[in-house]
């Protein structure tokens, strides 16, 4: 019960110190103990004193007061190491379960910052371990390795360092409130190139379109979300100009309907099935739908349509 007290309190404390996406460590959200190794040597310490009372030796006692210094001298080191340093989180990329996923973290300090590494206190991740951070801004990674599929919050992340000696323990943490997301591992199967016609569609229309199917009409500026397999390279090589190749019923604005409940296998099954088959509608420019137990995307196409359906893939 004591125990179960403590650790909420703390919760607490950590909480509202450091939640943020960018922190800068100063008195009040840095804390420093003496680490195992250090607890050893100030035990040595001891020792050499018990031992230089009992012979009367001063060099002996000499030796123990050093070691007791050089302890609390690591104490001061290791707290300014950190002191000063801004910490900032740029983003953390979605990625495909089995995969890591990058957090992006930026580093700033007006000094050398020694020993430092950055792990996640929620999963379990691939920390980063620099000896030196120069007074110029740095970034570095830390991989985090998630199974599970479905949305995640950023997380609490522990910065660590042992500087100097490692006689010294130097933590702090940052509690950021970004989401990422952890996809459904693609799972291989057939896209079905039907085009599906609701009973609202003009049939005349539809023919229409099935009789001007790849017919070019031109180019038109790229914007964001627009499917990059339609740039005009050749274009952009002579110009430096983003153009896309536009078409008039083209079948790569085929519209497919992608439904859950038309896949067979297990639910994980059917929604990595979904994923490959999103994917590839993507990558050939098609217009697609997607029907999910208890939601439904629109029709649409594009990189941000298919990033839509991929986070709805990884919720359900």
Not at 93 to 107: C, E, I, Q, R, T
Not at 223 to 250: C, P, T
Not at 284 to 298: D, Q, R, S, V, W
Request: proline share 2%.
């Amino acid at each position: 019960m004591a125990k179960s007290l403590y650790k909420g309190w703390i919760d607490k404390v950590i909480a509202r110190k450091h939640s943020a996406n960018s922190i800068t460590f100063s008195h009040n959200n840095i804390y420093v103990v003496p680490s195992l190794r250090g607890l050893f040597f100030l035990l040595f310490a001891l020792l050499n004193f018990i031992i230089g009372i009992n012979y009367q030796n001063n060099l002996i006692l000499g030796v123990a007061y050093l070691m007791l210094m050089l302890q609390i001298s690591s104490l001061f080191y290791g707290y300014f190491n950190l002191h000063g340093l801004k910490l900032e989180l740029l983003d953390v990329k979605n990625n495909y379960s089995g995969n890591h996923n990058d957090a992006k973290f930026k580093l700033s300090a007006s000094k050398e910052v020694f020993s430092l590494s950055i792990s996640s206190a929620n999963w379990h991740s691939s920390g980063v371990l620099d000896k030196n951070i120069f007074e110029s801004t740095s970034s570095q990674v830390v991989s985090l390795s998630l199974e599970k599929r479905g949305k995640y919050e950023g997380g609490k992340f522990k910065i660590h360092s042992c500087y100097p000696f490692g006689l010294v323990n130097v933590w702090s943490y940052l509690l950021s409130d970004k989401t990422f997301y952890v996809y459904p591992t693609p799972l291989k199967c057939e896209l079905d190139l039907r085009e599906s016609l609701d009973s609202e569609d003009d049939t005349d229309v539809i023919a229409q379109k099935s009789d001007s199917l790849d017919e070019f009409s031109g180019l038109k500026p790229y914007q964001q979300g627009m499917n990059r397999n339609r740039i005009s390279w050749r274009h952009f090589a002579k110009n430096q100009e983003l153009l896309v190749k536009d078409y008039v019923g083209d079948s790569h604005g085929i519209t497919l309907v992608l439904d859950f409940s038309l896949i067979e296998g297990t639910k994980e099954t059917r929604l990595s099935k979904l994923c490959h088959q999103v994917l590839e509608a993507d990558r050939l420019g098609h217009e697609f739908a997607l029907k999910l137990p208890g939601n439904h995307i629109p029709a649409a196409s594009g990189e941000r349509h298919a990033v839509q359906c991929l986070e709805s893939l990884s919720e359900c």
